[in-house]
Each structure stands twice: as structure tokens, then as C-alpha cells.
């Protein structure tokens, strides 16, 4: 690769991030966030729904029964979940400290209980940690994650965060149970 090419793609790249901007969705809608995008934050209320394949977003917020699936990219900063929100991570390795975590909604009160995360009380439940892994298209990632959790009426509102096998793991366990069943 030539010097021209090598200096036109770090123009490129530091061109995007002067024209990084917050991604702000409502009310129902959608978005994908693909390789390339370069965001500053991700906001979504109101049972909104984000895909990131790739790109780099520094920061997140959800609120309001909204979704956001993470699966690539460069993902940094931290995460701010509340209100029956739903932040999915796919792929490997996933780990809070020294501890991998297994596959699911990540359990707030056993992980707290272990000394992995924060807890604290005030009007409303909140937790706090850090989580790390490998994302389904190598990249890495290291969120520095808030859940808040309000106390309204009898039913306290919910955040998670759910971690999702990538596919190729998800397919060779598929097979793997497959082999069993036959072998009976």
C-alpha cells in the first residue's frame, strides 16, 4: 500500500469522526448502523430498535422498551439502560472482572451478590460493572454498563442485558446436541 493511500484513509477516518453525531430514535422506529458509521451516542425511548454490524459509537442510551443489538463495531464508553430496556451483546468470551459470564440475561442481583458489579439503593434499584468480550465480527469490546430500575406501582420496570452466542457457537452446539440424540 503507498503512502497516498495509507494518508487518505487516515483523512478518511478522522473526517468521520469530526462528523460523528448522536443517533436519536422514537416512537417505533428503526435503524441499522453498519461499517463506517461513526457515532457519538445512541440514544433510543419509546420501543425504538438499533442493529450494530459494525461502524463505532461512543456511548448509549435506553429507555422506554426500546432494543439495541450490538453484534460489531467499535463500541466504547458506557451504556445507560432504564425503563423495560433490552441491550443484546452477540458473540464470545464475555466476562465482568476476572469471571466469564454464561449465555442470557445477565442476573443483576447474583452478580451483585458476588461482588462483580455495584449495587446501590435509592428511589431505585441501580447496578453497575464493566463487561468485556469478543463481538461476532472480532472486534472487542469493554462497556462500562448503568441499570436503573424504578419502583412504580407493584411492578418494579425492568433493564437487561442478554448475551447471545455467536452463530457459528450457536450452530456447533445445535450439532453437538444433534450427535447426541442420534447416538441414543
Known sequence: MNLKVILLMLLAGFAAQLNA????????????VNVGDVYDSIYLEDYSEVTVLGGSVDGI??????????????????????DNSTLYLSGTNFYIGDTAIEY?????????????ISYSQSEFDEWDGIIT???DD?????????IGLFRTGSEPETANIVLVPEPISLALL??????TIRKR
Open 138 to 146: 472480532g472486534s472487542t469490546i469493554e462497556l462500562s454498563f448503568h
Open 133 to 135: 468480550g469478543i463481538l
Open 104 to 116: 442470557g440475561e445477565l442476573d443483576l442481583w447474583s452478580l451483585s451478590e458476588q461482588g462483580l
Open 174 to 179: 445445535g450439532v453437538g446436541g444433534l450427535v
Open 21 to 32: 453525531a448522536a443517533l436519536h430514535l422514537t416512537d417505533y422506529e428503526t435503524s441499522t
Open 61 to 82: 442510551w435506553i429507555i422506554d422498551n426500546s432494543q439495541l443489538y450490538i453484534s460489531g463495531g467499535n463500541i466504547s464508553g458506557s451504556a445507560q439502560l432504564n
